[in-house]
């Protein structure tokens, strides 16, 4: 099972993601980060195996997480590309005339293909009674892809995007007020793009990319994906409950489909 977050950044997709792995735990069910996902899949590896038997534990994950940069994620990256040709070309022509600075446009790809090479390698490691999340995924890609502080946005190209994603499980919609939002991510340092503008131009960033999590969890609804939406205003304890309430319903809805069916 492949489950994404959504939201608006500040909106508290990392501090759920401890919270989503222990609950699905408590349910039974084995469940990690990409990077936890990483870190285990690669032991399972021929060459992981050989680190393994070769190096001292407190080395083997360091050269692991690089053996994958250098060699595995290059490969998976070129993979996944001749796999989704179609996404692959409209995500680069997206970026290629935006009026935001180039080293932003590279960067906004940078971290897609490095993210498609992490679900390239995972995708067909993943069992059927196993949980996958992506605090960042296809889904969220849409914020990075089409929002600055000043573009225009267009609910047609963001549908564009959808369709050629490869489908996930469960989206969590994590939504909180947009004044949240601005305090956490000025609480925790501004990403690369936000760094040089204004608190105005943030403002206008941040109130962009929530319009396009609508916009994307409207889409993804009406198309058929599971959306789960989880308030995250202050009080984890409520979020958790929110979460834990929700998740419940959907496992149980898919439990039969969860033990008997393959993965896609």
């Known amino acids: 099972m492949i489950i994404e977050f959504l939201g608006t950044s500040g909106a508290g997709k990392s501090t759920l993601i401890p919270v989503l792995i222990k609950l699905l735990r408590d349910d039974g069910l084995p469940a990690m980060s990409a990077v936890e996902a990483i870190h285990f899949h690669m032991r399972k590896t021929c060459v992981g195996r050989l680190v393994c038997c070769l190096m001292p534990p407190a080395l083997q994950g360091p050269i692991l997480w690089r053996v994958f940069y250098w060699f595995i994620l290059k490969f998976s990256i070129a993979k996944f590309a001749m796999e989704n040709s179609r996404l692959t070309s409209y995500v680069v022509k997206s970026q ?13 790809l940078s971290l897609f293909f490095e993210m498609a090479g992490w679900y390239q390698f995972l995708k067909y490691r993943l069992q059927q009674n196993e949980a996958l999340i992506f605090d960042e995924g296809f889904v969220h890609r849409a914020t990075h892809i089409f929002v600055s502080e000043s573009e225009p946005l267009y609910a047609e190209q963001i549908a564009s995007y959808l369709e050629w994603i490869p489908r996930s499980d469960l989206v969590i919609w994590v939504q909180a007020p947009l004044d949240a939002c601005l305090a956490r991510i000025y609480s925790r340092g501004l990403q690369v793009r936000l760094r040089n503008l204004e608190t105005s131009g943030v403002t206008r960033f941040l109130a962009n990319a929530e319009q396009v999590v609508n916009i994307t969890a409207q889409y993804l609804s009406e198309i058929g994906y599971n959306v789960i939406q989880v308030e995250n205003n202050s009080d ?29």
Do not use: A, F
């Open 236 to 264: 984890l304890t409520t979020s958790t409950s929110e979460l834990r309430r929700q998740l419940s319903k959907y496992l149980y809805g898919i439990s039969t489909h969860l033990k008997h069916s393959p993965l896609d």
């Open 96 to 108: 290629l005339h935006r009026p935001i600075p180039r080293r932003h446009r590279w960067l906004i």
